[in-house]
């Protein structure tokens, strides 16, 4: 169950975490907020971080194995990569609607599913 708890608070963590990372991009669409300059920028940003955390810091305290969570720290981190990355591409087609996926994005995909396969194997 702890598992299960430190996915969906990652997935909550870098839904925060893409917004403030790059939702600021899409002020130009947004009249009130067309004009914000830098320093409102960074505020905003910071305000959403916060968020990010709220949820990040949990989840990796549950999932870590030495506070009985299932996870290693190699674990946690290529779990939180490749949440990032699925979140980021749905955020960016879907509701950004800035980009469309190509064949080179499956392929780049493809290598992180690799990559989850290559940490978690036990040699």
Not at 13 to 39: E, P, R
Not at 113 to 120: D, E, R
Request: aromatic share 22%; with cysteine; glycine share 8%.
């Amino acid at each position: 169950m702890k598992g299960i708890y430190t996915i969906v608070l990652l997935l909550f963590s870098n839904i925060f975490m893409t917004f403030a990372w790059y939702g600021h991009l899409q002020f130009k669409k947004i009249s009130c907020l067309q004009q914000v300059g830098l320093i409102g920028v960074v505020l905003i940003s910071w305000g959403l971080a916060f968020f990010e955390y709220v949820f990040q810091v949990p989840a990796n305290k549950i999932g870590f194995e030495d506070n009985g969570g299932p996870f290693s720290m190699f674990e946690l981190k290529i779990i939180q990569e490749v949440i990032s990355l699925l979140v980021f591409t749905l955020i960016t087609v879907f509701i950004f609607r800035t980009d469309k996926l190509a064949w080179n994005h499956a392929i780049g995909f493809f290598f992180m599913v690799l990559a989850v396969y290559f940490i978690f194997k036990k040699w």
